[in-house]
């Protein structure tokens, strides 16, 4: 589970293409605490052709990708 709530974009987006990187994976899980960074998240998951599951909690999004 990677934490990027605090962050603005493009950190979480670079924070997850690196766990890619470095540990190839059928899913991983990123938070983040706004709205854009869960839509660029969406955007990469799409092009790593995976699917992007979202849950909001109290402002924070967890985003699966899968």
């Known amino acids: 589970m990677i934490d990027a709530r605090g962050l603005s974009c493009p950190e979480p987006v ?3 293409r690196k766990e890619m990187k470095e540990h190839p994976s059928e899913r991983y899980e990123i ?3 706004n709205r854009v960074s869960v839509e660029n998240i969406s955007r990469l998951a799409s092009k790593e052709r995976l699917t992007p599951t979202v849950t909001e ?3 924070t999004y967890t985003v699966v990708l899968s």
């Open 14 to 16: 670079i924070l997850l």
């Open 57 to 59: 909690d109290a402002g």
């Open 31 to 33: 938070m983040v605490d």
